[in-house]
């Protein structure tokens, strides 16, 4: 069974940067698309990035092209968001999902991923 482990939220001041990072258990992790979701108060969960199950192709949604950066390390089974320049608006808890089949493109549905995160708070101020 695998499981991801979100780490690296935490409390910053607006334009401050963090690094979110995501282990997966288990031998499966480097076959299959990762992404990043984000739920704000009182908010459905949405779609922020998303990386291919190689590294190859990455996506950002428009709120947050230009600022956030997905990446993997297949080696150590560890999907990363650096996140720069940050806003209150980008307030959430922040959860890493794993997609449902292999060897796919970047996945931007909730629908799409099985294997989620217990999340990790990031609180932007102002």
């Known amino acids: 069974q695998v499981q991801l482990v979100e780490s690296g939220g935490g409390l910053v001041q607006a334009g401050d940067s963090l690094r979110l990072s995501c282990a997966a258990s288990?031998?499966?992790?480097?076959?299959?698309?990762m992404g990043w979701f984000r739920q704000a108060p009182g908010k459905e969960r949405e779609f922020v990035s998303g990386?291919?199950?190689?590294?190859?192709?990455?996506y950002c949604v428009a709120a947050v092209k230009g600022r956030f950066t997905i990446s993997r390390d297949n080696a150590k089974n560890t999907v990363y968001l650096q996140m720069n320049s940050l806003k209150p608006e980008d307030t959430a808890v922040y959860y890493c999902?794993?997609?449902?089949?292999?060897?796919?493109?970047?996945?931007?549905?909730?629908?799409?991923?099985?294997?989620w995160g217990q999340g990790t708070q990031v609180t932007v101020s102002s």
């Open positions: 999902a794993r997609a449902s089949a292999e060897f796919t493109t970047t996945r931007r549905n909730e629908y799409e991923y099985r294997v």
């Open positions: 288990g031998r499966t992790f480097s076959t299959y698309a």
């Open positions: 990386i291919s199950w190689d590294g190859s192709t990455t």
